[in-house]
């Protein structure tokens, strides 16, 4: 058996309004920005992406840490994202990368927020909607390359920039598009994705319709594809320390910036046979300790059909054991007792981070779960509380 601990707690960094948090580390933020600005060079935008509440990280952390550390502009999938961002005080251009109805024209202006065209009838309407207003509507251009979802087909996109051009109430400030395989071993899809879009590009210019900003380079590109640079690049996954994929990891120098923390809420004695949670589904095999952590699959720490298996405890990667709750889940902490060390009521757990040399990283909870570390990062719900540190 775990004997009970007289121990303090070993985190008391601030206090969080749930016994589960995040560690949101704006210095790793800013040293990966560093690696992107050294990369890209000075002169490029560099538009952080900071959608999905940045990619789970809390945008409203990251936003201005970013903007601070260097980012140029900011870009979000959806307007109530903006707004929230607007509304918090953050004052950089802000591009959203998704369809936006034009009935939100007005709210577009009302926050200036730059708007993703990529059809005639849209980008008409929001035109529309803004001469009612007396103000230019910023876009870009969206071009379909071949990633076939958002996007306007190459061979149609001059007749629409001349059209915006000709309309003073659509200020047409870019033109992109999106690489569908620039993550992956071989590149010849996404450099053929590049030539269809330079030949656009070219074709734009001696016409002099050419938006004055293009660009096209996600976080693979900008590691892989330097000549899709162009005028600026879109980073999401890699301002966050992560890799875009396994055939294109991060640098070393990039730091991951969130860790995943939790306290014990109750250390458990159970005798052999005796189940854990719903269902009954795990039963001790033995006499044996579980820990009970208040985190669950409202948190996005998942119930089924997989689970992130192990947490760390105490430097020990130790088992998940029995159905995972919507906030809470168990761990069999039995290993611990065998090897003299005590647990207790608001001693560590460690979710997604280090600790005591031992670690459990996004990208080996994605491989449990069998996704990508975009989903394992992009779940994890707004009711976790996010704290900023500086390491």
Known sequence: MVAPSLSAPQHRLQKPL???????????????????????GPSRLLYAVVKANAYGHGADLIAPAALEAGADRLAVAAVNEAVSLRQAGVRAPILLLGYTP?????????????????????????AQGAAQYGRPLTAHLKVDTGMHRLGIDPNDAPDLCARLASNPNIHLEGIYTHFSTADEADKQYSLEQLRRFNTLLQKLARAGLRPPIAHAANSAAVLEL??????AVR???????????????????????????????????????????????????????????????????????RTWKTVLIRGRELPVIGRICMD?????????????????????VVLIGEQQGASISTEDA????????????????ARLPRIAIRS
Not at 117 to 125: C, D, K, N, Q
Not at 328 to 348: K, M, N, P, Q
Not at 366 to 381: G, P
């Open 18 to 40: 749930r016994p589960t948090w995040l560690e949101i580390d704006l210095s790793a933020l800013a040293a990966n920005i560093s690696e992107l600005r050294r990369r890209i």
């Open 102 to 126: 034009p009935e939100l024209t007005a709210t577009l202006l009302e926050y200036d927020l730059a708007a993703t065209v990529y059809e005639s009838r849209a980008a008409l309407a929001f």
């Open 226 to 231: 330097p000549q899709a640079h162009l005028d």
């Open 235 to 305: 980073c999401g996954i890699l301002l966050y320390g992560l890799s875009p994929s396994d055939h294109v990891p991060a640098p070393a120098s990039m730091q991951p910036v969130l860790t995943w923390k939790a306290r014990i809420a109750q250390v458990r004695n159970l005798d052999t046979g005796e189940p854990v949670s719903y269902g009954n589904t795990w039963r001790a095999p033995a006499p044996c300790a579980v820990a009970v952590v208040p985190a669950g699959y409202a948190d996005g720490f998942p119930r089924s059909p």
């Open 328 to 348: 809470h889940f168990f761990v069999d902490v039995t290993e611990l007792a065998a090897s003299g060390l005590s647990i207790s009521r608001d001693d560590e």
């Open 366 to 381: 994605a491989a449990r779960l069998k996704t990508n570390n975009y989903e394992v990062a992009s779940r994890l719900m």
